[in-house]
Nanobody
């Protein structure tokens, strides 16, 4: 079993930055693909970014491409999401996920483990 705990969320003004962290425990995620998703009340969970187990391939949604950067630190068993130029529409609960199949995926069904989420609120 893998436990994932997100941190780093908060309230920020539009144009600002936040860095989300996801700490994994229970077993190493060095050979896991990982991803970030987000969800607002009343809407489906939305893909944000994903990284292959070795960090050689990354994917981003069109809405965050060029503003967000996903990174994976296998030595620390951690995943990060650097979010710059934040917009009010980025407001959501952000979830970290791990995929034991190693391949990066944009589909939430591909992921085996999920964190509890961290709230990001961007004010205009």
């Amino acid at each position: 079993q893998v436990q994932l705990v997100e941190s780093g969320g908060g309230l920020v003004q539009a144009g600002g930055s936040l860095r989300l962290s996801c700490a994994a425990s229970g077993r190493t995620v060095s050979n896991y693909a990982m991803g970030w998703f987000r969800q607002v009340p009343g809407k489906e969970r939305e893909f944000v970014a994903a990284v292959r187990w070795d960090s050689f391939i990354t994917y981003y949604s069109d809405s965050v491409k060029g503003r967000f950067t996903i990174s994976k630190d296998n030595a620390r068993n951690a995943l990060y999401l650097q979010m710059n130029s934040l917009k009010p529409e980025d407001t959501a609960v952000y979830y970290c996920a791990a995929n034991s199949a190693m391949a990066a995926s944009k589909r939430s069904e591909s992921y085996d483990y999920w964190g509890q989420g961290t709230q990001v609120t961007v004010s205009s």
